[in-house]
């Protein structure tokens, strides 16, 4: 019934920039937080950045000043912006977003398919 889409992920040279962007599409009645997380080889997966509805965000430190997570409630899509990429942010991206499908659900987490970032010389 819902699905995370994402899009954008791909490779390119240390100090380089990527855009990643995931939709929610199905049955939405609200969005609360949303997410990306990455998972490199041979590592667990980590949180990136997050934005939650009332507009707060927050970064891995490794990724702050260069990362920024961005959110349009009306398409309910939720982007990052990488910029200054080394070979460290190389991994596979998940988005995932805590949704309601009607007014009297629980609030369940989605999770996207991922979209590989290589990041190579």
């Known amino acids: 019934q819902v699905q995370l889409v994402e899009s954008g992920g791909g490779s390119v040279q240390p100090g380089g920039s990527l855009r990643l962007s995931c939709a929610a599409t199905?049955?939405?009645?609200?969005?609360?937080?949303m997410r990306w997380y990455r998972q490199a080889p041979g590592k667990q997966r980590e949180l990136v950045a997050a934005f939650t509805s009332g507009g707060n965000t927050n970064y891995e430190d490794s990724v702050k000043g260069r990362f920024t997570i961005s959110r349009d409630n009306a398409k309910n899509t939720v982007h990052l912006q990488m910029n200054s990429l080394n070979a460290e942010d190389t991994a596979v991206y998940y988005c995932?977003?805590?949704?309601?499908?009607?007014?009297?659900?629980?609030?369940?987490?989605?999770w996207g398919q991922g979209t590989q970032v290589t990041v190579s010389s």
């Open positions: 995932n977003a805590d949704i309601k499908i009607s007014s009297l659900s629980a609030v369940y987490r989605y």
């Open positions: 199905g049955r939405i009645f609200s969005i609360y937080t």
